[in-house]
T-cell receptor, first 114, second 112 residues
């Protein structure tokens, strides 16, 4: 158990819909990262928050947004969903945004868009 | 864009055999990590290497960071069925905190 909690574990929805994925980081970790894992692209960095503020952005689509709340939990919002958005979405956390970058991953949220 | 090429993509071996997984890039990384992921779970950190030429051992696993910090290898001695899983290398650069570049992964299957 990494200490990172993600909900829901599985989500099935239709194209055009909007979903919210939730993440609670490890106790004491200030940084939250979102990654997308698909068969063809592998694990791709989406976005990072540190203590409530956006710190780094990857190849995150404009239809996707995220935020980190004062209690440090984070939400990833995916809207106007397309079939290609079907993937595993991982949240990870770390104590500080360190260059060595060790991350602790949650178990992921599997999104299926039909 | 930094890329990490991991090879081989698939590895199927018998229990007791040795194996090596490679991770190569044309970019320099400030650190490189190896993760293992099992079905239905998130990646779990195995090791972080930071210094060029660094070698770290974790029981039967040996990790090496290239002198130029552009490549790394994972060697498993006497593989066991419990080693089965997806192995991922991930690089961090000096300008991006926690924004890891992942290799495509190596799916290892160890048959009893």
């Amino acid at each position: 158990d990494s200490g990172v909690t993600q909900t829901p574990k599985h989500l099935i929805t239709a194209t055009g819909q909007r979903v919210t994925l939730r993440c609670s980081p490890r106790s004491g970790d200030l940084s939250v990262y979102w990654y997308q894992q698909s068969l063809d692209q592998g694990l791709q960095f989406l976005i990072q928050y540190y203590n409530g503020e956006e710190r780094a952005k990857g190849n995150i689509l404009e239809r996707f947004s995220a935020q980190q709340f004062p209690d440090l939990h984070s939400e990833l919002n995916l809207s106007s969903l397309e079939l290609g958005d079907s993937a595993l979405y991982f949240c990870a956390s770390s104590v500080v945004p360190r260059n060595t970058g060790e991350l602790f991953f949650g178990e992921g949220s599997r999104l299926t868009v039909l | 864009t930094q890329l990490l090429e991991q090879s081989p993509q698939f590895l199927s071996i018998q229990e007791g055999e040795n194996l090596t997984v490679y991770c190569n890039s044309s970019s320099v990384f400030s650190s490189l990590q190896w993760y293992r992921q099992e079905p239905g779970e998130g990646p779990v950190l195995l090791v972080t290497v930071v210094t060029g030429g660094e070698v770290k051992k974790l029981k039967r696993l040996t990790f090496q960071f290239g002198d130029a910090r552009k490549d790394s290898s994972l060697h498993i001695t006497a593989a066991q069925p419990g080693d089965t899983g997806l192995y991922l290398c991930a690089g961090a650069s000096g300008t991006s905190y926690g924004k890891l570049t992942f290799g495509q992964g190596t799916i290892l299957t160890v048959h009893p």
